[in-house]
């Protein structure tokens, strides 16, 4: 994959993983599987993307990261976002639906 | 208590690089494993599931690398947020602490308060008068003072010289090209501005034109006086006056500039006004400036500039860009050591030294070190001395923080159960001292502000100080203190706090019968040692004093009163002159006010005559060996002014005139040199001052006078009458006056008024003014010593006082249990103050070491005391004891009163 195309998609990337923590915590496996089965494996990323992705979010104090016991016995990372991820994210989900209106209203007009 | 916040974090967070590579490795690794369980579940075959799962998470070793950078900032960020965090919590403690017991937190602010303030204050002081430029100078690391050194007469030892004479400033002007610029000044004189009853003293500075160029100062108003107003052999008469003199003589009136002054009885056009709290660059008073080229002229109008026997300047230099002070000086010394070749001529010790125009790094010049340097060691030694006090004060504050932390073991305890570090807990209990030593801060500041005011005018009461005494400077030098104070006063609490275990606390609960550590037994010792440091300084000091003041001086100087007409630059002749004394003695004899008065020439401790002496028959007689003899003449009636005690013989009479036979009135130290064993009255000697052959006839033997100093020997002195020394112009009236010397001085200028209305200034010093500087360094060390070992016997008062009620307060029960079992209250009462006087007389053994240890140090400050001195030691033991039974009798008695049945109940 192009640089190019990571970088445009670092902050879509960031508002996906949000998304995926809203219906609780969730180990980066959970999250990257719930990514692919949303975007019905459209969205070409590499699952490590979605952990650099994850422990940037981390970094920001969006969301906040435990050990803890998966579903199956074993010790996994579990994340689970913060006040400041849950107001973010609602922030960026306005930004990126206008965005994409302003973006599409330019492309019908053609 | 208060909940830690998110204590928890402290375990999460991984700890190094190791434990985020481990974490990365399993969370990638549980990654893979969960995707390829999930394919096989789907079918697909091992080998193909893990190269799937490969694929869809990308380079391993590249997302490792990523993810461990980004952990590493998280990491580091968050223990920085964590640890001010826990700073800010330690300190919300703190102050929280501070309410809840608003007295303990007033005793420590104070105590730590008085400490930092008389440390910041003596600092102030010090660092104004030693270490920083003076006031106005700038780029003061580039201007120096020229100095020279040469071979001390009669010695072989070198000797620093500062006064030069014109000739060797225009030298060093004209051909050192390492110096931008030369100036030169002469000391302040003795000067009159205005006349008659109008006129004031006034101390006036000659100066090169140079002078404040050279020192970047630049005037407040108008300007200097420039080349062309001061060039040899004659200037102009300019002035300009310093800001003080301007605003309290003019009123802050700008409109000086232009008018003209009388000063000396010359007329001046002021042309400028020096700024604000600029008097050179010597600490001396000075009020105004002329040019160098009026003072020679006066002096000398032909030759003053190139004269080389004049030298009266001082030079200051600054450096031309780039030049060091070295390259500097080996110019300056190659100029002034060839054009002054005759002068030094196999002098291995000529050489010109170039010195910084900070005091404390100004060599030091001649004899007689400058008021502000011996004041500047005198401060130095009291910021040592305060240093002690501060010691005191912390440890004071250490002890009723080690006691109130034996208070909170309990706390404690839970903490340390809860997982609390003892780092921590250190950590916890430096904040607090820290807050405490800088709440302490601002009140020392307080006091630094008025104190050093006070300390500014006891150590140098002339100097013209402007500006506050806190500066940046001292605002840092206390905050550093500050700093110091916390971590000294800290410290045995948190040693403490590392020192004991959780188990431990809690099971002792709030009760128990722990005892205060051997450290707080240690602080009070330390306390006392302290003490008797400063009291024995203290009692050497005023022992010092009262050794000063009580030297016979050979004359009583309490009502003595001199006068003198300033008449310089008037041309009155010898005769008109003697005339003028001789009217006003009539006249000031006969006020009622007046119980005596004489005429003479010196003034003792002021100015003195020289006089060679030759006995009939022998061609030299035993020269004193501190030089002399001094000889004076003096009118009828002097002796009786002056209170000079008559041992033999008779002393002069009205009836002593220019005709009859030449007689003189010899001192003990004279007369026993001259005629060991034998009475000198109707003995003669040859004076070098009369006619040959006139052998004067000793009529009497008086006491011996200390005229010079007070520390040496009287030197041997003769006295003649004033009639028959026809040649000496010279006069100064002294009057002993019955009562108030104030009212008396007004009486007798009153009536020299009278005489000739529109004289010149009338000059009037008590003779007691002459006296005092010489007692000035004891009385400083006496009264400042006094001060702070009052100070740190307060303090050892206070915490022997502090110790012991807390032992008392801790041990009621076992108290109670022996008073139960049939002790008398008066053996407890012994018991504790026993233990008590056992931590005094520790720190007194101690302190008296220390004492014997420092005599050889203290000993050249003080005034014909040993630094042993018995009363003194034996004084300060006396004084020490009684503060610390006095401090533990409170307690000590309350422990006797404890009823055993109250506290064998309470629980």
């Keep these: 994959m192009a640089k190019d195309e990571l970088q445009l998609l670092q902050g879509t990337l960031d508002v996906l993983v949000l998304k995926a923590l809203t219906s609780g915590p969730r180990h980066g496996y959970a999250v990257a599987r719930w990514i692919h089965e949303a975007t019905d494996e459209e969205l070409a990323v590499e699952d490590r993307a979605l952990y650099v992705s994850l422990h940037r979010l981390e970094q920001r104090g969006w969301v906040t990261a435990d050990w803890g016991v998966s579903e199956n016995n074993r010790r996994a990372k579990y994340y689970a976002l913060t006040p400041a991820g849950r107001k973010q994210l609602r922030s960026q989900t306005e930004r990126w639906q206008r965005y994409a209106v302003a973006v599409s209203k330019v492309l019908q007009r053609a | ?907």
């Design chain 2, 1 to 907: 208590m208060e909940r830690i916040p998110r204590v928890r974090r402290w375990f999460r967070l991984p700890k190094d690089e190791t434990t985020i590579g481990r974490e990365i490795d399993d969370e990638i690794g549980f990654h893979l494993r969960a995707r390829i369980a999930a394919l096989e579940a789907a079918g697909v075959a091992p080998e193909a599931a893990r190269r799937a799962a490969e694929r869809e998470f990308g380079d391993v070793m590249a997302a490792r690398a990523e993810l461990s950078a980004i952990d590493r900032v998280t990491v580091r960020r968050r223990r920085r947020t964590q640890r001010w965090r826990s700073a800010l919590w330690d300190a919300r403690q703190a102050v929280r602490g501070m309410r809840r017991s608003p007295s303990f937190a007033a005793v420590v602010v104070l105590t730590l308060g008085l400490g930092i303030g008389v440390n910041a204050a003596m600092f102030g002081i010090t660092d104004r008068l030693l270490l920083s430029p003076p006031a106005h100078v700038t780029a003061a690391a580039e201007v120096v003072r020229v100095l020279y050194r040469s071979t001390s007469s009669g010695t072989s030892e070198p000797r620093t010289n500062a006064m030069l004479p014109y000739l060797d400033y225009a030298l060093m002007r004209d051909g050192v090209g390492s110096f931008a610029s030369v100036a030169a000044y002469s000391s302040p004189s003795y000067s009159v501005l205005g006349r008659g009853r109008e006129a004031t003293e006034l101390r006036v500075v000659s100066a090169t034109a140079s002078l404040f160029p050279t020192l970047g100062v630049r005037p407040a108003l108008g300007r200097f006086f420039v080349a062309s107003e001061d060039t040899p052999p004659q200037g102009v008469r300019v002035v300009v006056l310093s800001h003080g003199l301007w605003r309290g003589r003019f009123g802050g009136d700008p409109g000086v500039i232009g008018r003209t002054v009388e000063i000396d009885h010359a007329t001046y056009e002021v042309v400028g006004v020096a700024p604000r709290g600029f008097a050179g660059i010597d600490f001396e008073p000075v009020h105004a400036w002329v040019p160098v080229s009026i003072t020679g002229a006066a002096y000398d109008s032909a030759s003053w500039h190139t004269s080389r026997s004049m030298h009266w300047l001082r030079m200051v230099a600054r450096l031309a860009p780039g030049i060091g002070a070295e390259v500097a000086r080996q110019e300056a010394a190659a100029t002034f050591l060839a054009a002054n070749e005759r002068r030094f001529d196999g002098d291995p010790n000529a050489d010109v030294v170039l010195g910084s125009v900070r005091a404390a790094l100004a060599p030091e010049a001649g004899t007689r070190a400058g008021a502000a340097q011996k004041s500047g060691r005198i401060a130095l030694w009291l910021l040592a001395v305060s240093l002690l006090v501060l010691v005191s004060a912390c440890a004071n504050v250490a002890n009723l923080l080690l006691a109130r932390g034996m208070r909170r073991r309990r706390d404690i305890g839970v903490l340390m159960a809860l997982g609390i570090g003892r780092a921590r807990l250190v950590r916890q209990v430096l904040t607090e001292t820290l807050i405490l030593a800088l709440c302490g801060g601002v009140v020392g500041l307080l006091l630094a502000h008025w104190g050093g005011h006070v300390a500014r005018v006891l150590l140098l009461p002339d100097v013209e100080w402007t500006g506050s005494p806190i500066d940046g400077r001292v605002l840092a030098f206390a905050a550093s203190i500050a700093c110091i104070a916390a971590l000294l006063a800290g410290v045995a609490p948190a040693l403490h706090a590392l020192g004991v275990d959780a188990a431990t606390l809690l099971r002792m609960g709030g009760r128990g019968t722990a005892r205060r550590s051997a450290a707080s037994t240690a602080l009070v010792a330390l306390q006392a040692t302290l003490s008797v440091v400063l009291l024995a300084g203290a009692g050497l000091f005023v022992r010092s004093l009262q050794r000063a003041a009580s030297v016979p001086l050979g004359f009583e100087p309490e009502r003595v009163t001199t006068f003198q007409w300033h008449t310089a630059g008037l041309d009155w002749g010898r005769s008109r002159t003697q005339g003028l004394y001789a009217a006003a003695l009539e006249r000031v004899r006969a006020l009622p006010e007046v119980e005596a008065a004489a005429l003479g020439t010196s003034v003792p401790m002021w100015s003195a005559l020289y006089a060679s002496i030759r006995l009939p028959g022998q061609d030299s007689v035993a020269e004193p060996t501190d030089g002399g003899p001094y000889y004076s003449p003096v009118s009828a009636d002097y002796f009786r002014t002056m209170g000079a005690r008559v041992l033999r013989g008779r002393v002069f009479t009205d009836g002593d005139v220019a005709g009859s036979a030449p007689v003189a009135v010899v001192t003990a130290s004279l007369a026993r040199l001259l005629w060991p064993g034998e009475d000198a009255v109707g003995r003669c000697f040859f004076h070098g001052r009369d006619a040959d052959g006139v052998c004067r006839t000793v009529v009497g033997v008086v006491e011996d006078t200390r005229y010079s100093s007070l520390e040496a020997e009287p030197t041997p002195m003769f006295f003649v009458p004033l009639a028959q020394e026809p040649t000496m112009g010279w006069r100064t009236l002294f009057v002993r006056f019955a009562g108030d010397t104030g009212e008396g001085i007004a009486a007798v200028r009153r009536a020299l008024d009278r005489i000739e209305p529109g004289l010149p200034h009338v000059q009037a010093t008590p003779l007691q003014t002459r006296v005092d500087p010489q007692i000035q360094p004891w009385r400083l060390g006496a009264s400042l010593f006094s001060a702070f070992g009052a100070l740190a016997l307060l303090l050892v008062g206070i915490g022997l006082y502090g110790v012991v009620a807390y032992d008392v307060s801790q041990r009621r029960r076992e108290l109670g249990i022996r008073l139960a079992i049939g002790a008398r209250g008066r053996a407890l009462v012994r018991m504790v103050l026993g233990q008590a006087m056992s931590m005094v007389v520790l720190g007194l053994v101690v302190g008296l070491a220390l004492t014997g240890w420092a005599a050889g140090y203290v000993e050249p400050l003080l005034f014909q005391v040993s630094p042993r001195d018995p009363a003194v030691l034996v004084g300060v033991a006396a004084l020490l004891f009684v503060i610390g039974v006095g401090a533990a009798s409170v307690p000590a008695w309350r422990a006797a009163r404890i009823r055993p049945t109250e506290t064998l109940r309470e629980d």
